[in-house]
């Protein structure tokens, strides 16, 4: 006996695999009237198919909001994928040259929506050093080296909308909480090629980044250093500035080149 496959396949697996695109797409989290506005899905048939995926970890509802947005099983299949890939692996060769350049920890880290996850980590050699534990999630992008260097690659308008959705709560005493003070950051920020926090999220710890880029000039992740504030100081940013870009840039022109050659 012969089957079509086509026919075979679930209506609601494929209706479900809709809403994943949809929420993936979008910045901001979307409502069950929304989804089924935009999706042309009947309401009954989709509340079934989010409480699905809400229930294995695919998506979080927000019980203030009842909105939904795309949840952390995908920054567990994400990071199977990227062992998989070899991208950590690879990228954990430059985090150990950071360490042996700046003795401080070095941090590897993505976007996940609106929070930045780190990815991976090779401690620094000092005995008052960082650590922080894989898979943490930080929401506040403009207090973190990571969160500037993904926001200045964002301009007018578009800043200003995404700025609106995620606000400026002042974590430390040195947060940035004015827009127009932020913007004039970002500038120096994609001037320079890295971003740098000074205790804005945390108060003792500095942080400085740099984006990886892929083949399309997407930014994929943050090569960084972090470490206390007494070691990472406005006299000596720049010396480690340099090493974080010219390290990011390595490694993006070699995960560049092996994506050209389909490796």
Known sequence: MKYNIK???????????????????EESELSLKSISERLTIPTPS???ILCVLRDNGYLLYDENKKTYRLGSKFLYLGNILLNRMGFRSQARGYLK?????????????TRVKDQLILIDQVEGPEVVRLFSR??????????TAPGKVYLAHITGEKLKRVMDRMGLPRITKHTITKFTEL??????????????????????????????????????ACLGVA????????????????????????????????AGAGL
């Open 46 to 48: 989709l509340w079934r």
């Open 227 to 258: 470490g206390p504030s007494f070691r990472i100081t406005i006299k000596n940013h720049e010396k480690i500035g340099k090493w974080t870009k010219d390290l990011a840039e390595k490694l993006s022109a070699e995960l560049i080149e092996q």
């Open 183 to 220: 913007e004039n950051e970002l500038k120096s920020v994609k001037e320079r090629g890295y971003g740098f926090d000074r205790q804005e999220m945390r108060i003792g710890v500095s942080r400085i980044a740099s984006p990886v880029y892929d083949q399309m000039g997407n930014i994929m």
């Open 134 to 143: 894989i898979g943490s999630a930080y929401p506040y992008f403009h207090a």
């Open 7 to 25: 026919n075979q396949i679930a209506p609601a697996l494929a209706r479900g695999l809709k809403v994943l695109e949809l929420l993936a797409q």
């Open 97 to 109: 040259q950071l360490v042996e350049l700046t003795g401080e920890t070095a941090e590897l880290s």
